[in-house]
């Protein structure tokens, strides 16, 4: 296993990748599948579909709160960090303005209030997505290479609880898949 590859549970199968060939299709079938109960399974898609999140249950990320925490803090970083300079550390009577002149220390605050931000914006994604992941086992499928084109695809992974090969492929078709495909998880 590659430091860039995710970890996967041990098996050989990986699970099951249905195709779908509209988004309508693809978001009736996030309805029922969620409704059935499955909870290791995804949607992919070829462009952002609209409501496809609620379609699949997926709870609000945490993303937002990274961003606010990591705002804030790079924010108070800046402020406390000026402040100590101007009071603490190198204090200079200029002019006879006060030590603790606050409005100065907007600019800064402000900027560092932002690239804290956009740090926890671009590393707090990298954690919650596991990236950078250089290889997934839906790689290995033929049909899945279209999905960066023009197909629509839902994956329910072999070590939900409610799988079954053979009852989840069923399943799956009754969904108005056009193709399902067992995919492996190993070579």
Known sequence: MGLMEITLPDGRTYGLLAEFDSTAAVYAACEKVRDAGYSKWDAHTPFPVHGLERAMGLKPSKLPWI???????GALAGWALQ??????????????????????????????????????AVFGMFALNQLPSLFHPLFRSRIFERV?????????ESW????????????????????????????
């Not at 190198?90 to 931000?117: D, H, Q, R």
């Open 67 to 73: 961003v606010l925490v990591l705002g804030f803090g």
């Open 83 to 120: 402040t100590w300079i101007h009071t603490k550390g190198y204090p200079l009577n200029i002019s006879g303005k006060p030590l603790y002149a606050w409005p100065a220390y907007m600019p800064v605050t402000f900027e560092l209030g932002v690239l804290g931000g956009a740090a926890g």
């Open 148 to 156: 960066t084109d023009d197909r629509f695809f839902i994956s329910i």
């Open 160 to 187: 939900d609880p409610k799988f079954d090969l053979e009852e989840t492929r069923s399943f799956l078709r009754s969904l108005g898949a056009t193709q399902v495909e067992v995919v492996e998880n190993e070579d």
